[in-house]
């Protein structure tokens, strides 16, 4: 079945500091890609998508592109802030079977002034 | 509108008790989906409902009972639960059948039982 892989931290960084959130999948049809952040007590956001192979999604200074021959989707910042700090969550959703997202298991950011 | 509302917040319940979720979304989306998440874990479907039908059941105790009373609304009656069952219930929805579309979530309802 499909699935997503993602470093699973804690990542802890400086604010400033550059991010990088590895991002792998197996899917059997052709999925879009999706990074869902998580604040303390909340529901999930969507922070960027892309639906297909070399989309970049970005949002808030957040990027990510769709690598098919990688089958990858790894997030990045230049500059995280204090506020960064969250739980992120890389998911895919097949186009053949659109009715689940599958997570991966998230990756637990802090940043430290 | 591009909410997805839940009630309540919070919800501590006893083992014999029945309580029910409620999630609500005015975006004419016509797929709602229920989650369970445990900490640090990440969301575990549980139920969608498409066109106001069960279309997934993701093998889920019998205690779990969801329902869809019209296309902006959605249920989960909840009976003789668990303290295992004790998690952050999250509600989503989504136009159907569009795999490049996002979930919209709600805030979720923490729930626990003792």
């Known amino acids: 079945g499909d699935s997503v892989t993602q470093m699973e931290g804690p990542v802890t960084l400086s604010e400033e500091a550059f991010l990088t959130i590895n991002c792998t999948y197996t899917a059997t049809g052709y999925p879009s890609l999706f990074w869902y952040v998580q604040y303390p007590g909340e529901g999930l956001q969507l922070l960027l998508k892309?639906?297909?192979?070399?989309d970049k999604g970005s949002n808030k200074g957040f990027e990510a592109t769709y690598r098919k021959e990688t089958t990858s989707f790894h997030l990045e910042k230049g500059s995280v802030q204090v506020s960064d700090s969250a739980v992120y969550f890389c998911?895919?959703?097949?186009?053949?079977?659109?009715?689940?997202?599958?997570f991966g298991p998230g990756t637990r950011l802090s940043v430290l002034p | 509108d591009t909410e997805v509302t839940q009630t309540p917040k919070h919800l501590v319940m006893g083992m014999t008790n029945k309580k029910s979720l409620k999630c609500e979304q005015h975006m004419g989306h016509r797929a709602m989906y229920w989650y369970k998440q445990k900490a640090k874990k990440p969301p575990e479907l549980m139920f969608v409902?498409?066109?106001?039908?069960?279309?997934i059941n993701e093998s889920v105790p019998s205690r779990f009972s969801p329902e869809c009373p019209n296309s902006s609304l959605l249920n989960l009656h909840l009976h003789a639960l668990q303290p295992e069952d004790s998690a952050l219930y999250l509600c989503a929805s989504r136009p159907p059948g569009q795999g490049n579309t996002e979930a919209f979530f709600g805030q979720g309802t923490r729930l626990t039982v003792v």
């Open positions: 998911a895919l959703s097949d186009h053949n079977y659109g009715q689940n997202f599958v």
């Open positions: 409902y498409s066109y106001e039908k069960l279309s």
């Open positions: 892309a639906t297909k192979a070399d």
